[in-house]
């Protein structure tokens, strides 16, 4: 398998010293929080996205993801379709395959929730595959399983569109990784690790040391599969800093795997 971590764990991190903490700690690959208060976002100027690409080439890192925050599903919004293309360009500029979205259908029908959603990413799976890109829904929020995911991805038919498994959501909502696997595995991307203190307590700890079944996660995937940890500091400041536990936790990852 492949090791990313996402910048969400070390937020605001200069380019710089990201790439070079994921040389420094043996993962092949960054997700990149695309959002205003980081250095990569879409507002960023193409010199500036050249030179970002430049410093990961240069270290044999690569840019796994441009990881987004539109929401595909939600309703009457006429800004969700600019704000995925801007996301896709963004990624065709940095060489990133991927470009992340979430459903966001709140509590709307879910009929109509994944009508949107099937609708939208129809369009974004055209516009990205002229670009080179892929587009993933990840399981989060209102399509927090894999059956859900599935329910949107299947008729939209398209191989530019998939689906990212973060591990944590389907498990909250009483999904096995067996299951889930079973409902993404003609649209995965790749997969989203992390740990948390309980069901409840959603604080994010090492690797290992928390509660999520991780060995039957990883039991269900192929050797070529992409893992990025996703710790989520920036919603959880008082946690302990990510760069200390890059390693351990590649470590741990392998051992499973």
């Known amino acids: ?106 509590d709307q029908d879910p009929a109509v929730a994944d009508a949107t959603a099937a609708r939208r990413l129809g369009a974004a799976a055209e516009t990205a595959a002229g670009l080179g890109v892929r587009i993933l829904l990840e399981t989060h929020d209102s399509h927090r399983t894999g059956a859900a995911v599935s329910r949107v991805l299947g008729p939209v038919g398209h191989k530019h569109a998939g689906a990212l498994w973060d591990v944590l959501h389907p498990w909250l909502a009483g999904e096995d990784p067996a299951t889930t696997h079973a409902a993404l595995a003609p649209f995965l991307g790749y997969v989203q690790v992390k740990d948390v203190a309980s069901a409840e307590d959603h604080t994010p700890v090492a690797l290992g040391t928390g509660v999520l079944p991780l060995a039957e996660c990883l039991a269900t995937l192929t050797e070529e599969t992409w893992l990025c940890w996703e710790y989520e500091k920036r919603w959880h400041p008082q946690v302990a800093e990510l760069p200390r536990l890059l390693a351990p936790g590649r470590e741990y990852l392998e051992n499973l795997a």
Do not use: K, N, W
């Not at 690569?62 to 963004?90: K, P």
């Open 1 to 106: 398998m492949r090791y990313a971590f996402s910048t969400l764990g070390v937020p605001g991190m200069p380019i710089p010293d990201v790439v070079q903490l994921a040389a420094d700690t043996g993962y092949q690959g960054v997700e990149l929080r695309a959002h205003p208060e980081e250095p990569v976002h879409p507002g960023i100027p193409v010199r500036e996205r050249a030179a970002v690409a430049g410093e990961f080439e240069r270290a044999g890192v690569e840019i796994l993801t441009v990881c987004g925050y539109a929401r595909v599903a939600a309703a009457d919004d006429e800004r969700v379709s600019e704000e995925i293309d801007e996301l896709l360009r963004l990624a065709r500029d940095l060489g990133a395959p991927y470009v992340r979205v979430f459903p966001g259908g709140g």
